[in-house]
């Protein structure tokens, strides 16, 4: 069970952008588990990946076909993540995009392969290559629902944000799908999640927003610390609503776009984290009064990953000492802890180091019980801040993770 | 239940170390709550301490203490930790070495204080110092069970190991004990642990072997990844089984007591694994092959932390993928993964960077289904080597981390 408000919101279409799928059979029986996005010409593509040394073999070439072209099509299967694979799988990984390029009439660098599931077991490659033409078939603007529910694997529910702006008198759309709840700890992207709009914005433009964002949405969430080898973050511009190219940081609509795009990101962020395998709670970690931000991030995912805090608040237990111990720990080199306050919400639990005199167990408690809350820390030396979010350890996160593949 | 064979040995008496208990009623009842070790004039002591930020009062004043004495006394209570207590914990950790010295004769700062449990909380210092006479009363040199089972917490069965050991003709014992089950991840030290010898050794030379074999023990064990606010480890050579000081490490017996503390401290190290919270499997990650120890560490703790890779293992899923994965991510630069060979003991199931020809699920299932297995890596860039050992992750680490305190 997802933790909170995990809905999808109307999913507008994004001029520029059609989206196909099919049952390719690749693992799971009677489900699209193929997915492809098409874009129109002239998009501007943008894409940031997994920094696991172990990435996949899709991770592999989308990052070479990124460098060399604006793809026109992704194309995602589930099931197996064509991960540890060898030579095999990049031979599987390079036949999907042959195929779908030959299909489609366009060349296969123009094509960005996508894999999710299974780690060290090769593609069914003839079944997946076999799913290609009916997904292309099938392609049409309103299908985002269907392709956020076409990428999910442990997911419980499928994972989307939509927003429609105005620069200029003219409506632009921005919406994105993403999909993940375990092995999450991104390193530069996520597990996987596409992010489009239909406004006019540069190439260089589409991957600068795309980093400025990730790095406060993607990468400032975890559910169990695990860094996956197929983390992918794509965003494109199709540009399809019409208006001169946004190409400078300068420009007042690159702070629109920016402002939506970070809303959208951050949405689809927490979406993994509320379902987080296994969780019951969702936790926002703020760390401020830092002397840099790396700091402040360091702690907070100190606490995040601590499996005694995250137990705890699966028992609405405000052992609060675990969270100290977390901050203590993070390797912040002179902290000085008489300086540290600690909050859960409103509730001042630690001030200067100890506990705070008017903190009663049973105000702790009451934070403690709810299903979102805020684990608020001031390090009191400088003014950086960070903050990252997290869910709780349960019982069932043990059971998904040892029942997983059986 | 702990895995293996975790069972007590003969705890030989060491000359010069008396112990005494009592019961204080800290936290618990009807058990021995308190500790006193008490070493004999002229015994060389030697100890290593947490380095979270936030450690304990009582950490703080035995590393004070052991840089201007060398201490008699050592006082150790359980069921509160007096960490993140404030001035009031400091006061009433200086207020227990008062009345102890008070009591033995000696300076205050002749005596050590240790406390685990709880963090958070006051210590109930009028109990605890009322326990002291009563402890002192019952000291004697054959109590070394007595004193392994008043130090615990969590665990589920003592810690001990003991051996003996002949150096020109003169026999040496060396004893110690450990305490530890959860918030296990030392940093230059572990939770509680207390080794004596009567070897004659210079006090430069006991710190030089303590320090040698915590880097091999306690510091290469990890449960949960949480560094504890009161980690200590004493290593104390009363010199009272006769014999001229060892004082270079250029002495042939320096290797000899080197060699016996190295298994020692392994033995208590490992105990602590074996009795991880909730663990059912014990775990052994070797990894060679690096091109320095650092690297070979973080790669084999990045296994040994991966929660991915926890639940694997205690569902006996040889879901190797995972450990691929965690190898991936523990940020060693320019890892070459074509270069990685994995065995789960001698089965390989990692080749050249995918999965090995001959591998079979069977075979890894075999292995995955005993209670004790090593995972090694080979990263074929260099002769380093670093050894890690950790426990599985079940549905009971949550259980116990979730109604502790309750």
Not at 399 to 406: F, T, V
Request: charged letters at 20%.
């Amino acid at each position: 069970m997802a933790v909170g408000d995990v809905s999808m919101p109307q999913m507008h279409a994004v001029k520029g952008v059609k989206i196909g799928s099919a049952e390719a059979y690749v693992r799971y029986q009677n489900r699209r588990d193929l997915v492809v996005f098409e874009f129109a010409k002239g998009s501007n593509v943008a894409g940031v990946f997994t920094q696991n040394a172990f990435c996949a073999a899709p991770v592999h070439i989308s990052k070479a076909h990124l460098k060399i072209t604006n793809p026109r099509y992704l194309v995602i299967n589930t099931g197996n993540a064509n991960a540890g694979t060898g030579k095999t799988g990049m031979a599987n990984a390079e036949a999907t995009c042959a195929k779908l390029a030959e299909l489609a009439d366009v060349s296969a660098s123009e094509v960005l392969p996508f894999s999710t599931g299974v780690i060290g077991e090769q593609l069914p490659i003839e079944r997946l290559v076999n799913g290609l033409q009916p997904a292309l078939e099938s392609l049409n603007e309103n299908a985002w629902l269907e392709a956020a529910t076409g990428i999910m694997t442990t997911d419980t529910t499928p994972k989307g944000a939509s927003e429609q702006f105005e620069i200029d008198g003219v409506r632009y759309t921005m919406t994105g799908i993403s999909k993940g709840a375990g092995m999450i700890r991104p390193n530069m992207a996520t597990m996987l999640s596409y992010v489009a709009t239909d406004a006019p914005i540069s190439r260089e433009l589409v991957q600068q927003l795309l980093n400025e964002t990730v790095n406060v949405s993607f990468n400032r969430i975890t559910v169990d610390g695990d860094t996956s080898t197929n983390d992918s973050c794509i965003f494109v511009a199709t540009g399809q609503a019409g208006g001169a190219e946004i190409t400078s940081p300068e420009d007042v609509r690159y702070s629109k776009v920016l402002e939506v795009l970070t809303r959208v990101m951050k949405r689809l962020a927490q979406l993994i984290v509320r379902d987080g395998e296994g969780a019951t709670k969702f936790i926002t970690v703020a760390v401020e009064g830092g002397e840099n931000t790396q700091e402040c991030c360091d702690i907070a995912y100190s606490i995040a990953h601590s499996p005694l805090v995250k137990t705890a608040i699966f028992a609405s237990d405000p052992n609060w000492g675990r969270i100290l111990a977390a901050i203590g720990y993070a390797g912040v080199p002179n902290l000085d802890v008489e300086k540290i306050q600690v909050w859960l919400d409103d509730v001042q639990i630690c001030k200067d180091g100890g506990a705070a005199e008017d903190y009663t167990e049973e105000a702790g408690a009451r934070v403690m019980a709810q299903t979102e809350m805020t684990i608020r820390v001031d390090l009191g030396r400088g003014q950086a801040k960070d903050t990252v979010y997290t869910c709780d350890l349960s019982y069932d996160y043990v059971k998904i993770n040892a029942d997983y593949r059986s």
